[in-house]
């Protein structure tokens, strides 16, 4: 079984922190890739012996605001 999730990557100095938006799970990497092959496997133990719960769509996108 799998399902989708909604993450955000962000540089943090030297390392790429990959966040779930559902969950708030999170990994980081030296590169993306490796942010986001970590945050799989960690979101694979979050759910390892758990029935995943119905979640509610997540919707992202972007906000104008002056300053």
């Known amino acids: 079984m799998s399902r989708l999730f909604t993450i955000v990557i962000q ?13 708030n799970v999170a990994s980081q990497g030296e590169t993306m890739d490796e942010a986001i092959i970590n945050l ?6 979050y759910y390892e ?11 992202v996108t972007t906000l104008e605001v002056a300053i």
Request: proline share 7%; with cysteine.
């Open 40 to 45: 799989r496997e960690a979101l694979e133990l």
């Open 11 to 23: 540089k943090e100095d030297f390392w790429y922190v990959a966040k779930c938006l559902e969950n």
């Open 49 to 59: 012996d758990e029935v995943l719960p119905t979640l509610p769509q997540t919707f």
